[in-house]
């Protein structure tokens, strides 16, 4: 099976502030349909999961375009250039490529 | 409006068994993979099982193999999660949903399980 290792795990940010999360996979992610099926997840206390994006830079509809997502074959990166008070949470990476799918152990950003 | 909602969660025994319902509405649910996953209290996401459009195909992570089945009824817009051999650590709470590699993915906001003596 894949792993999928985030750091750091925590991580205390000041508001304002820019913010980047790794993302490493034991394996390539690349499909052998040439797509790399590479998303970020963000979820707050107490809420459902959302993804931030999709096969590794593309923003969801309504997400704001502080957060980017960069990277290639198994190093990937979530940028915040901003962090604002609703990043509160825990940001997890999620690949599709390989069965089983699977997350990364989370990272969880609070306000310093 | 897309909803999602599961239902079934309930506290059991270890050794005993339970059946989620997840009542899909506001998309094609015929038309789409669906998955079921959870979160263990505190802890972070897992996938658990996964299945096509049509229901021929089905993938389970492997901890749940041989104890857990996935099925659909799109005649009723349903997914369903019949979990057997229930132990401690399938404790967590239970999300339906539609993740599309490209499209917008849909969860619910999930239904608690605990097995415990």
Not at chain 1, 47 to 62: A, C, E, F, K, T
Request: net charge neutral; aromatic share 10%.
């Amino acid at each position: 099976d894949v792993v999928m290792t985030q750091s750091p795990l925590s991580l205390p940010v000041t508001l304002g502030q820019p913010a980047s999360i790794s993302c490493r996979s034991s394996q390539s992610l690349v499909h052998s349909d040439g797509n790399t099926y590479l998303d970020w997840f963000h979820q707050r206390p107490r809420q459902s999961p959302r993804r931030l994006i999709y096969m590794v830079s593309n923003r969801d509809s309504g997400v704001p375009d502080r957060f980017s997502g960069s990277g290639s074959g198994t190093d990937f990166t979530l940028t915040i250039s901003r962090v604002e008070a609703e990043d509160v949470g825990i940001f997890y990476c999620m690949q599709t490529t390989h069965w089983p799918h699977n997350f990364g152990q989370g990272t969880k950003l609070e306000i310093k | 409006e897309v909803q999602l909602v599961e239902s079934g969660g309930d506290l059991v025994q270890p050794g005993g068994s339970l059946r989620l319902s997840c009542a899909a509405s506001g998309f094609s649910f015929i038309d789409s993979w669906m998955t079921w996953l959870r979160q263990a209290p505190g802890k972070g996401l897992e996938w658990v099982a996964h299945i096509k459009e049509d229901g021929t195909e089905k993938y389970y992570v492997d901890s749940v193999k041989g104890r857990f089945t996935i099925s659909r009824d799109n005649a009723k817009n349903s997914l369903y999660l019949q979990m057997n051999s229930l132990r401690a650590e399938d404790t967590a709470v239970y999300y339906c949903a539609k993740i599309p590699r490209v499209s917008v993915p849909y969860w619910g906001q999930g239904t608690l399980v605990t097995v415990s003596s």
